[in-house]
């Protein structure tokens, strides 16, 4: 167990439809990072939050957004949805706001299939 | 911009062998590198993790990599393959003077062979 929750592990929403995928870091993590896996395109960072303060962005498309609370945890809003963005989506944390060696602990995922 | 390459999709050993999984990092920076493996319908659990210092970087479960710069490789070996084993692999590189963000490669399932 990484100490990295996420909820809800499996989701199923049909096309155009609006998800919430919700994180918690472990305690004392101020980064968050959001990762897709799918089948095509492998594992794909999203986004990167440190303290509220989104930091770095991937190949994120624009129907999707994220925030960081106060408390910390995150949450990844996908708008529009498309059958293709059905995929795994990992949130990770890591102790610090940007050094590149830290490790990033990561959570089991939610399991998003879009219908 | 960086990358990695895993050669082979899939390995397959016996139990008992040794297993060797590959990674090849394109870089323009020094790197960090990382190795993680994945359980089936589990998350993502570090190996181990090359920064700076010893190549060669001893990991949990027997795993060791050695970043060898001059091929720019990070392989992944363990002398003696478990069942307990079996799962995916992904080799990852980040930035030393970039965004903390992880760029991984395809992934290698390992396959245990009793």
């Known amino acids: 167990d990484s100490g990295v929750t996420q909820t809800p592990k499996h989701l199923i929403t049909a096309t155009g439809q609006r998800v919430t995928l919700r994180c918690s870091p472990r305690s004392g993590d101020l980064s968050v990072y959001w990762y897709q896996q799918s089948l095509d395109q492998g594992l794909q960072f999203l986004i990167h939050y440190y303290n509220g303060e989104e930091r770095a962005k991937g190949n994120i498309l624009e129907r999707f957004s994220a925030q960081q609370f106060p408390d910390l945890h995150s949450e990844l809003n996908l708008s529009s949805l498309e059958l293709g963005d059905s995929a795994l989506y990992f949130c990770a944390s890591s102790p610090s706001g940007g050094l590149a060696s830290d490790t990033q602990y990561f959570g089991p995922g939610t399991r998003l299939t879009v219908l | 911009a960086q990358s990695v390459t895993q050669l082979g999709s899939h390995v397959s050993v016996s139990e008992g062998a040794l297993v060797l999984l590959r990674c090849n990092y394109s870089s323009s920076v020094p790197p960090y590198l990382f190795w993680y493996v994945q359980y089936p319908n589990q998350g993502l659990q570090l190996l181990l993790k090359y920064t700076t210092g010893a190549t060669l970087v001893k990991g949990i479960n027997g795993f060791e990599a050695e970043f060898k710069k001059s091929e720019t490789s990070f392989h992944l070996t363990k002398p003696s393959a478990h069942m307990s084993d079996a799962a995916e692999y992904f080799c990852?590189?980040?930035?030393?003077?970039?965004?903390?963000?992880?760029?991984f490669g395809q992934g290698t399932r390992l396959t245990i062979n009793p």
């Open positions: 990852a590189v980040s930035d030393s003077g970039g965004a903390q963000k992880l760029v």
